[in-house]
């Protein structure tokens, strides 16, 4: 049963809804895997797990491993890939989705991730990268400019993830190019996608944009 969550970002803690799905689907709790997104952001030897929010989300969830892997640069690259092919679930964490898109590039994470048979979850910045597309949009003074990146693409669907933005930036069009080539599921704070065995099921405030056409998904979690 292969299951993909993509989630916003939750300014507390999993709604209960995720966590009874959680808890029905991660069933093997060896080892908790998560991949930065400011992999060159950390200088100590040890990462103080209590200041990353996905894992104190899975905690106060009570979904405890027996092991906890934190991967960015510090780590060797063979470490990093041995850690991914023996994880119980993969987690891409939120922040800067380019470092942690340029971060997977470098250290080949991909490939490994996507032929894993571990839960995976991405927040925000690793919602995006999970997807096959996103879309990052760059503000200089004068001009507004957008880069298409590739994410792992467990699924075929484009995401986006941003907490400043909502239905209202949405309909203004910025995804409508991109949606002219895939769907994109555009979501709101305190939401979740969950993909198994290729059924697609939300909760929260996501929209699906297609053709450049907008419209507010039904609630199936």
Same mark, same amino acid.
């Given at each position: 049963?292969i299951?993909h969550y993509?989630?916003s970002?939750?300014n507390?803690f999993f709604p209960?809804?995720?966590?009874h799905y959680? /808890?029905?689907?991660?069933?093997?709790r060896? +080892? #908790?895997v998560?991949?930065?997104?400011?992999?060159?952001?950390y200088t100590?030897?040890?990462?103080n797990?209590?200041?990353i929010?996905e894992?104190?989300w899975?905690? /106060?969830?009570?979904?405890?491993?027996?092991?906890?892997?934190?991967?960015?640069?510090?780590?060797q690259?063979?470490?990093? /890939?041995?850690l991914?092919?023996n994880?119980?679930?993969i987690?891409c964490c939120g922040?800067?989705?380019v470092? /942690?898109?340029d !971060?997977m590039?470098?250290?080949?994470?991909s490939?490994a991730?996507?032929? +894993?048979n571990?839960?995976?979850?991405g927040a925000?910045?690793g919602? #995006?990268?999970?997807?096959?597309?996103?879309l +990052?949009?760059?503000?200089t003074?004068?001009v507004?400019?957008?880069t298409?990146?590739?994410g792992?693409? !467990?699924?075929? !669907?484009?995401?986006e993830?941003?907490?400043?933005?909502?239905?209202?930036?949405?309909?203004?069009?910025y995804? !409508?190019p #991109? +949606?002219?080539e895939?769907?994109?599921?555009?979501s709101e704070?305190?939401?979740?996608i969950?993909?198994?065995?290729?059924?697609?099921?939300?909760m929260?405030?996501?929209y699906?944009?297609?053709?450049?056409k907008?419209?507010?998904?039904?609630?199936t #979690?």
């Open positions: 049963m299951t993509y989630f970002w939750f507390h209960e809804k995720v966590v959680l /808890q029905e689907d991660i069933q093997d060896k +080892s #908790l998560m991949i930065s997104a400011d992999p060159s952001g100590g030897e040890q990462i797990f209590d200041d929010s894992w104190t899975l905690n /106060q969830a009570n979904i405890i491993f027996d092991e906890y892997h934190f991967i960015d640069y510090r780590m690259k063979n470490d990093a /890939q041995r991914i092919h994880a119980s679930v987690c922040g800067d989705p470092l /942690q898109n !971060f590039a470098d250290y080949e994470l490939d991730i996507k032929n +894993s571990a839960v995976i979850m925000s910045a919602a #995006l990268n999970m997807a096959a597309k996103w +990052s949009l760059n503000n003074d004068e507004e400019t957008s298409i990146y590739d792992i693409g !467990f699924d075929h !669907f484009a995401y993830s941003h907490s400043q933005r909502n239905y209202a930036s949405f309909v203004q069009g995804l !409508f #991109l +949606s002219e895939i769907d994109v599921y555009a704070q305190e939401s979740a969950r993909v198994k065995d290729g059924k697609i099921e939300t929260g405030p996501i699906l944009i297609s053709h450049s907008i419209q507010k998904l039904v609630e #979690l």
